[in-house]
């Protein structure tokens, strides 16, 4: 296991720049440097580009915990508060770039795709689930929110199915990678209903709130 220190002066930093590449590509292609581009249809690549990589870290960040326990390594934990803000950062950019870039800002024809596109709707939902999880995701609320928060937490389950529903229904042909999605998160969800399952039913002890979320994060989700 990496020492506190390599977590928070290598590992950490390092997490956060690999997860920032996918938007610094799209940034690089926008302003065309080194030859990129964002091809024939710019609005669309950028916003699948983001979608793409908000189902990713959303599916990843759902898989810490199981990992961790797999492969025997609790310190993976303090990674995940990171992960779970960068799938939110890409799925607000997705959205964003179809408020602002697709739609252009033409409110009754966005209102009218929320309410009436049944995967636009869906995806909309997952969207407002995740900005609860976002704002609470500090410390502070942590240890404010108390057992609550975990509770709270277990809405990501919800959103990965959401998000990978929302993939299915707007893809027209091939529905390959929406299926593969699925099945990683159901085994991620199930994984946690079986573990939960055979975890012996504990007499539950009132115990301070933690004081650094890094060192001391619960199990879930
Ligand atoms: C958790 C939330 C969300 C996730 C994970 C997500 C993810 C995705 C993914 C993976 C795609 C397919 C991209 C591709 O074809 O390569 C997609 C497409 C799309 N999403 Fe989302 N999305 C989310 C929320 C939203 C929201 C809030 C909106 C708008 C209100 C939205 C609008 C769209 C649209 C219009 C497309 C089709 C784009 C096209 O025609 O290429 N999504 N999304």
Not at 4 to 20: D, G
Not at 71 to 96: D, E, K
Not at 115 to 131: D, H, M, Q
């Amino acid at each position: 296991m990496p020492s506190p220190t390599v977590i928070r002066r290598v590992i950490k930093p390092a997490l956060f720049v690999l997860c920032a590449l996918p938007f610094l590509s799209i940034v690089w292609a926008a302003f065309e440097i080194g030859g990129a581009t964002l091809g024939t249809n710019p609005v669309e690549k950028v916003q699948d580009t983001f979608g793409q990589w908000g189902l990713r870290f959303l599916v990843i960040t759902l898989a810490v915990t199981p990992v961790r326990d797999w492969f025997g390594q609790p310190w993976l934990v303090q990674l995940r508060r990171m992960l779970g803000l960068y799938a939110f950062f890409y799925v607000l950019m997705h959205f964003l770039t179809w408020l602002l870039l697709d739609q252009g800002l033409y409110w009754s024809g966005i209102l009218e795709d929320i309410s009436k596109r049944p995967f636009i709707t869906i995806g909309f939902t997952a969207l407002l689930l995740l900005i609860p999880l976002a704002v609470t995701s500090t410390n502070k609320m942590m240890r404010r929110l108390g057992k609550r928060w975990k509770s709270l937490h277990r809405l990501v389950y919800v959103i990965s199915l959401l998000a990978v529903w929302h993939y299915y229904w707007q893809v027209k042909a091939d529905t390959t990678e929406p299926l593969i999605y699925l099945g990683i998160v159901l085994v991620l969800l199930g994984w946690r209903g079986w573990q939960a399952r055979m975890r012996p039913q504990r007499t539950v002890v009132s115990r301070p709130a933690p004081k650094s979320l890094g060192e001391n994060l619960p199990d879930n989700p």
